[in-house]
């Protein structure tokens, strides 16, 4: 039910009906009913939807990204593990005792691109 509250919530900010939604996107009365009861919308529909009302898919399906605070000191050391030789990475990866399985999986916001 994220999507057609957060679709009716926005709706009714911009002061925008449901007959006119429908009528400007070319959907049926009956389709955006279905929706209030629970039904998701095809996908094609959610994106018209998305931006005819202005929002993110995020938060229209109520998408929640969770971002890791690095610090200055931090960035650092990914910057020059990034620039180590495999030999000095697989070192630092011994010396932190970073297990195997973990070491595909971590993801870190630093604010930059990888390098």
């Excluded at 039910?1 to 959907?27: Q, R, S, W």
């Excluded at 070192?91 to 691109?113: F, H, M, W």
Aim: charged share 30%.
């Amino acid at each position: 039910m994220i999507f057609i509250n957060c679709v009716l919530e926005t709706m009714e900010k911009k002061g925008i009906t449901a007959y006119k939604l429908c009528k400007d996107l070319g959907f049926s009365q009956q389709t955006f009913s279905n929706w209030k009861t629970g039904k998701i919308p095809a996908l094609d529909k959610a994106m018209a939807i998305i931006i005819y009302l202005g929002l993110s898919a995020d938060e229209i399906f109520g998408i929640k990204k969770e971002e890791i605070n690095v610090s200055s000191d931090e960035i650092c050391l990914l910057e020059a593990y990034r620039r180590a030789s495999p030999s000095m990475k697989e070192a630092a990866r011994k010396l932190l005792d970073v297990p195997d399985q973990e070491r595909g999986s971590l993801i870190y916001n630093t604010g930059r691109e990888a390098m």
